[in-house]
């Protein structure tokens, strides 16, 4: 399984961003469970952002973006979306999008992904 995020990027605070992340590998299909967004901040551990079940379509999101933030996905594209609106600077961050197989109580929690792209890089300017 293979990961690719994109859509960073430089925006203004109170901006939006649209972050992308397309899934390939023959194995994808067979072993996702749940798709999720993390990040890290310079000098802080990375936290999770946002998770959405492959199959059902149920979400989850991390306090600090409730209500900014929208996941979503497109089965048929194997890719996720991760939509941020009212962007702060506090949002700066390198933004990873995951693969796991996680029950949801562990949707948040990195032990529940097996796979991980590379990181796309998110900049809010105040």
């Known amino acids: 399984v293979q990961l690719q995020a994109s859509g960073g990027g430089l925006v203004q605070a109170g901006g939006s961003l649209r972050l992308s992340c397309v899934a390939s590998?023959?194995?994808?299909?067979?072993?996702?469970?749940?798709m999720g967004w993390f990040r890290q901040a310079p000098g802080k551990e990375r936290e999770f952002v946002a998770a959405?079940?492959?199959?059902?379509?149920?979400?989850t999101y991390a306090d600090s973006v409730k209500g900014r933030a929208t996941i979503s996905k497109d089965n048929a594209k194997n890719t996720v979306f991760l939509q941020m609106n009212t962007l702060k600077p506090e949002d700066t961050a390198v933004y990873y999008c995951?693969?796991?197989?996680?029950?949801?109580?562990?949707?948040?929690?990195?032990?529940?992904?097996?796979?991980w792209g590379q990181g796309t890089q998110v900049t809010v300017s105040s």
């Open positions: 959405i079940q492959w199959s059902g379509g149920s979400t």
């Open positions: 590998g023959s194995t994808f299909r067979g072993y996702v469970i749940v």
């Open positions: 995951a693969a796991g197989r996680a029950i949801r109580s562990d949707y948040s929690s990195e032990r529940g992904y097996g796979y």
